[in-house]
């Protein structure tokens, strides 16, 4: 197993269930305990070992390039000489992540699997990619799924997760009230993301594909798709409500994707 195999990292979206954050910045750069959502995933990848991604970008892509462009200064502390704008000293307060980042633009409007699809030239070469969104955070093994998927052989895997019901249940008796679930798992599972693609991946892609519907559904009617199951912490970020649950969990200190070190 590599551990250097590259991540994309699905970052083109619009976001228009989050207009009150989006309106401004593209999705992955809304900020959980300020840093943004798309630096939490990475930190998560790049903790298991995997530190080579692609950004498939779309909606404001440029903010994400930029981002990181001005990664040290906005990071650290620094001094900076006025005058003639070339004496500047970074005064770190944070170690700069060893990452190496691909920015690829993918399209405005295209859909997932387009994106994949545009990202290809990246990733073609190599026999197996991890991908994921941008706005989804979780504490899954990675390598973990790596092996699961090596060993299923198959050409793509996706995790499967349990969503949180968006609404309290009442839990009766005869008619009469006994409790309260304040919104539990579902039994069921959803695509979480956090998936493996072997190269085949882009026989079932074109630039105008949903990844999560005809793609998907054609890999599974060929026995090619495997679900790796987790059972732990898995989160979307696709509401302000969403935004302000995460940034709750992280000020009291609940943070259960944050599985690297300070």
């Known amino acids: 197993m590599d551990a250097n195999v590259k991540v994309l ?5 619009m976001g228009t269930r989050l207009r009150e954050e989006t309106e401004y910045k593209p999705k992955p750069l809304v900020e959980i305990g300020g840093m943004p959502i798309l630096w939490h995933i990475m930190k998560h990848y790049s903790h298991e ?16 390039k930029e981002y990181f462009l001005n990664f040290e200064w906005m990071s650290n502390d620094f001094t900076l000489n006025l005058r003639p704008r070339t004496e500047r000293v970074v005064c770190s307060a944070h170690n700069l992540e060893d990452w190496t980042i691909t920015f690829a633009e993918t399209g405005l409007k295209t859909p997932t699997g387009g994106r994949v699809f545009k990202a290809a030239k ?6 197996y990619f991890l991908a994921t969104y941008g706005d989804g955070i979780s504490n899954v093994k990675l390598k ?12 793509a895997t996706l995790t499967g997760v349990h969503p949180s019901s968006p609404f309290g249940i009442i839990e009766d008796e005869n008619g009469v009230v006994r409790s309260f ?19 085949g991946i882009f026989d079932y892609l074109d630039d105008n594909a949903v990844l999560e519907e005809e793609p998907l559904r054609r890999l599974a009617a060929a026995n090619q798709l495997a679900v790796y199951p987790h059972e732990d912490f898995w989160a979307c970020m696709d509401t302000f409500k969403d935004v302000e649950r995460l940034n709750t969990m992280w000020d009291r200190g609940e943070h259960p994707w944050k599985i690297w070190p300070d």
């Open 144 to 155: 973990s799924l790596l092996e699961f998927h090596l060993s299923h052989k198959k050409i």
């Open 122 to 127: 990246y990733l073609r070469q190599d026999e």
């Open 181 to 199: 679930k304040e919104k539990p798992r579902l039994a069921g599972r959803i695509n979480g993301g956090f998936f493996v693609f072997n190269r």
């Open 49 to 64: 070992g995997f530190k080579d991604f692609v950004l498939a970008l779309g909606y404001k892509g440029g903010m994400i």
């Open 9 to 13: 990292i699905l970052c083109g979206g």
